[in-house]
């Protein structure tokens, strides 16, 4: 179907020119597909209900991918304009990969800034497979042109040390940022002067992520100096920062003042529990803290008795995670008995040293979480008998939507004792991970019995399951009866062989709502590969795989 874009075919099909929500974001969205690309199942609902001076652009950088001009009417927007280019989703190997769609993208809107446009309020990049010939002056160069810039992010983006530096020479003294989002930009300590001094100027921000950015010592040092004046921050991640038990300690001590923080996310750090030890006096002054995430610090579960006066007067919690901890059977009891506990919407117990009497103390804990929605449980060494006492004890959670298992023991025997046991009642579940469980073909039969039960399932995640052709396609032949609001699959690495991928194929034609799925690792042969992609990229569909 040819696509018309022009103003009077716009009215034809009640596109309204009344604004850029009306317009603009139709128009570039529109011109943008090409054969099925470009333009997400998800991104085109929105068209619907498009957000006013909002221009969202989704771009696959293949071959033959057609990037349009931005739409004039852009300059007859009277606020500021927020601006989002979105990649979506390309291995960098496969054959049609073409790199020289990122420059082709940001040329378009640096020509925008270069014929007087300047009213860019948000800017946000995220991007997945961008190489490291981007030309990076384009982004500060597009910073420098938009005086009015409060919202900024990079995603994917190879700044390097040097992007950083004119990344932060162009937004110069002005002091106007209040959301600042830098993740994998590869950066390392040599840029954290310019980080610093970025942060330090926008003394207002109220949004801070820096993610898999290695600070240090020293970059930890920088970043709370330049954080010690603001009291205005609601969210702070360091995520991956490298920050260390040293870090940890001088960082700290910019969160004394932080009363308006809402969430702190320092996963992946390394703290230990020195660190931690460090921080906990600062830390008592986060009387507004509703999300913590401490997960994957070398942290001891004597944690929660070291910290249980700072976190029991957060009364509003909602999300606790400290994947990652040792020694937790002796701290259980105490941290269902903390007054935030109740509130807790997420928690994630992931990868923690549990001891024999673990799953007892948590089923009888799991009573007070009367809201919980999200629930990490992996990697937990759980058998097939211990999932079933915990399913028991999760059919009472009437709120519970997101259930992660992966990487236990359950079995392929293990699988269909579950199909007669409470496991298979919790149909409230929107997302279900049980990777890397052994299923085998018999499990995955198994799973089948059931599968109904979960008709509400968004998101099922199988892979390193190793299903075989058999198991693979009956599960897959059961998918179109019982998961029809499914929209993410993955199945990494389960032997399913040409036969299993070509039934995916004719079933993903029938189930439409599918935006999403996982298919490497399941020896098919290279052929099939770009078969299964050219009519995925015609489904609209971004799928994910190799040999």
Known sequence: MSLNITEEGLRQDRIGLEGLGDSGEKIWLKAGRKAGRGVSKTIRASIREPQKDRLKFEFRAIKDFEVPDVPLCIHQSVGLVS????????????????????????????????????????????FSSCPATFPLPIVPELVHCSPSISELSLIHVPMGNSGMEMLSAGLGERGLLRSLTLHTIGIDEGAVHSLGKLIGVNSNLRQLSLQDLTLSFNGSKLIGQALHNNTALTSLSLRNAQLGPLGMGIFSQCLANKSCLQELDLCGNN???????????????????????????SLDGYFILNMKEVIDRQHG??????????????????????????????????????????????????????HLVWLGLSNLGLKADEVLVLSGSLKSSESLEHLSLSSNFIGQQGMIALANSDFARLSRLRELDLADNDLGPVGAIGLCCFLGSFNQLTSLDLSDNQMGAVGGQHLISALPRHLTALTSLSLDRNMLGDRGAELLVEVLVIMRHVEYVRLSGNSISEDFIDYIREVCDGLEICIEMNM
């Open 83 to 126: 601006i989002q280019l979105v990649e979506k989703r390309t291995r960098h190997g496969r054959p049609d990969y073409d790199s020289s769609i990122f420059r082709a993208v940001m040329e378009k809107i640096q020509q925008e800034t270069r014929c007087g446009f300047s009213r860019i309020g948000s800017l946000s990049l995220a």
């Open 271 to 297: 703290m230990q529990n020195f660190g931690l030890q460090q921080a906990l006096s600062e830390m008592s002054q986060l009387r507004s803290l509703r999300c913590l995430d401490l997960s994957q610090n």
């Open 317 to 370: 919690l909602e999300s606790l995670k400290i994947a990652g901890m040792h020694r937790m059977d002796i701290c259980l009891p105490t941290l269902f008995n903390l007054a935030m506990i109740t509130q807790l919407t997420e928690l994630d117990l992931s990868d923690i040293s549990r001891g024999s009497q673990f799953l007892t103390l948590f089923t009888v804990g799991l009573a007070s979480l009367k």
